[in-house]
């Protein structure tokens, strides 16, 4: 009975350290951006893809939406949902890059982030099985 009592105390400190370290290098990648949007490399990154000036715009508010939103403790149904947005905006930023650039190597970071964030939720259900 106290292997099992361990093995579960294990798995969530397991888990909780990989969910705030994936979450936290998540929240680095997403956060700064904001304070960049307005820079001549973000402008011509946007116009390079082909994308509307808006969508800069629209991509930067939503990412500091979302990147509080998972550092922040909010209701199960809003976290569920950043993850489900920000996973379709890094699925769509790698489609764009490999469509204007083809395959290069920068066209794949978007690959880190969307495994930041997969490590990042698997963890958070974990978490939430643990303690429910």
Same mark, same amino acid.
């Given at each position: 009975? =106290?292997? #099992?009592?361990?093995?579960?105390?294990?798995?969530? /400190?397991?888990? /909780?350290?990989?969910?705030?370290?994936?979450?936290?290098l998540l929240a680095l990648f997403i956060l700064p951006g904001a304070f960049f949007m307005n820079g001549q490399v973000a402008i011509d990154g946007m116009r390079h893809i082909g994308l509307?000036?808006?969508? $800069?715009?629209?991509?930067?508010?939503?990412?500091? !939406?979302?990147?509080?939103?998972?550092?922040?403790?909010?209701?199960? $149904?809003?976290?569920?949902?950043?993850?489900?947005?920000?996973? !379709?905006?890094? =699925?769509?930023? *790698? =489609?764009?890059? *490999? %469509?204007?650039?083809?395959?290069?190597?920068?066209?794949?970071?978007?690959? =880190?982030?969307? %495994?930041?964030?997969?490590?990042?939720?698997?963890?958070?259900? /974990?978490?939430? #099985?643990?303690?429910?």
């Amino acid at each position: 009975m =106290i292997a #099992q009592a361990t093995t579960a105390h294990d798995l969530s /400190k397991t888990a /909780k350290t990989f969910y705030w370290v994936s979450t936290g290098l998540l929240a680095l990648f997403i956060l700064p951006g904001a304070f960049f949007m307005n820079g001549q490399v973000a402008i011509d990154g946007m116009r390079h893809i082909g994308l509307p000036e808006w969508f $800069r715009w629209e991509l930067n508010i939503g990412h500091v !939406i979302g990147g509080l939103f998972l550092l922040l403790p909010v209701g199960n $149904r809003l976290k569920e949902w950043t993850y489900v947005a920000l996973g !379709i905006d890094y =699925i769509s930023a *790698l =489609i764009a890059h *490999l %469509a204007t650039d083809g395959v290069e190597v920068a066209s794949f970071q978007s690959l =880190i982030t969307l %495994a930041l964030l997969i490590v990042s939720y698997v963890c958070y259900h /974990k978490l939430h #099985q643990v303690y429910a």
